[in-house]
């Protein structure tokens, strides 16, 4: 797979990148997917257009800090860098911390039941994920180490291992798993929970191929916090597990 150029078009001499036309469509279709589905969750289709306003905004905003916060030699208090995300600079685990803890703030005051909203809304996210991964191919980002397999990116005449399009194609098949889980969840919290391992145990082993980790020491920060995750998420999930087939009995 040859590089491509990351601009789409221009408008007025503005250039309009690729990354932000994929993000943002994944965002658009995981909100459409949500207010569509909304009802099957005892949810008004309106009630999802209303997290999304407050929502997307705070997951791109929390991608971005997160993004900086670990690029600090690079960004170091420059205020033109840190804001301009055009050239690319987006952390998935960042967007996701900031995105669903707004969530939670905003079930609170709405009187909404947290993980119903969070079931409901984790196959749309990673769905969002598969699409915006490729935001990545057009900036020549997020790839890996060399190799001479057939699918690798092209960069400068040179061949890595395509790691967005690993996360592409194992987020576009978790989308349709965590759907299918949904129609026959045994208790709320079960979607997002499996999201979690899920997602977290493909990144742990993708973070290993790519070359552009965010560090924490010597360790690549996306494998510990998926280790975390799928640490934290397996306990959650066995617990409520246990006390949903508990109701059950009576």
């Not at 997917?33 to 008004?44: K, V």
């Not at 804001?83 to 803890?101: E, F």
């Not at 699409?131 to 890996?144: D, L, M, T, V």
């Not at 978790?174 to 129609?183: A, N, Q, S, T």
């Given at each position: 797979?040859p590089?491509?150029?990351?601009?789409?078009?221009?408008i007025f001499?503005?250039?309009?990148?690729?990354?932000?036309?994929l993000?943002?469509?994944?965002?658009?279709?995981?909100?459409?997917?949500?207010?569509?589905?909304?009802p099957?969750?005892?949810?008004?289709?309106?009630?999802?257009?209303?997290?999304?306003?407050?929502?997307?905004?705070?997951?791109?905003?929390?991608?971005?800090?997160?993004?900086?916060?670990?690029?600090?030699?690079?960004?170091?208090?420059?205020?033109?860098?840190?804001?301009?995300?055009?050239?690319?600079?987006?952390?998935?685990?960042?967007?996701?911390?900031?995105?669903?803890?707004?969530?939670?703030?905003?079930?609170?005051?709405?009187?909404?039941?947290?993980?119903?909203?969070?079931?409901?809304?984790?196959?749309?996210?990673?769905?969002?994920?598969?699409?915006?991964?490729?935001?990545?191919?057009?900036?020549?980002?997020?790839?890996?180490?060399?190799?001479?397999?057939?699918?690798?990116?092209?960069?400068?005449?040179?061949s890595?291992?395509?790691?967005?399009?690993?996360?592409?194609?194992?987020?576009?098949i978790?989308?349709?798993?965590?759907?299918?889980?949904?129609?026959?969840?045994?208790?709320?919290g079960?979607?997002?929970?499996?999201?979690?391992?899920?997602?977290?145990?493909?990144?742990?082993?993708?973070?290993?191929?790519?070359?552009?980790?965010?560090?924490?020491?010597?360790?690549?920060?996306?494998?510990?916090?998926?280790?975390?995750?799928?640490?934290v998420?397996?306990?959650?999930?066995?617990?409520?597990?246990?006390?949903?087939?508990?109701?059950?009995?009576y």
């Amino acid at each position: 797979m040859p590089s491509p150029d990351p601009v789409a078009f221009s408008i007025f001499g503005l250039d309009i990148m690729w990354y932000a036309i994929l993000i943002m469509s994944g965002m658009v279709i995981a909100t459409a997917i949500c207010y569509f589905r909304a009802p099957s969750h005892g949810l008004e289709s309106e009630q999802v257009l209303n997290f999304a306003i407050i929502c997307i905004p705070a997951a791109i905003i929390g991608a971005r800090a997160y993004y900086v916060i670990f690029n600090w030699d690079y960004y170091g208090g420059d205020i033109y860098r840190i804001l301009n995300i055009r050239g690319g600079g987006l952390a998935v685990h960042g967007g996701l911390i900031l995105g669903l803890a707004t969530a939670a703030l905003l079930c609170y005051f709405w009187k909404v039941r947290p993980l119903n909203l969070m079931d409901l809304c984790a196959p749309g996210i990673a769905l969002a994920q598969s699409i915006g991964r490729w935001g990545n191919y057009f900036n020549s980002e997020a790839h890996g180490g060399p190799t001479d397999l057939p699918w690798a990116v092209i960069i400068n005449g040179e061949s890595y291992h395509p790691t967005f399009l690993y996360e592409s194609i194992w987020c576009f098949i978790l989308f349709f798993i965590l759907l299918y889980v949904d129609k026959h969840r045994d208790f709320e919290g079960q979607v997002v929970l499996l999201y979690g391992i899920l997602y977290s145990l493909e990144r742990f082993f993708v973070e290993a191929l790519r070359t552009d980790s965010l560090m924490i020491g010597p360790f690549k920060q996306a494998q510990v916090l998926s280790l975390c995750i799928i640490i934290v998420c397996v306990i959650f999930y066995i617990i409520l597990k246990r006390r949903s087939d508990r109701l059950k009995k009576y």
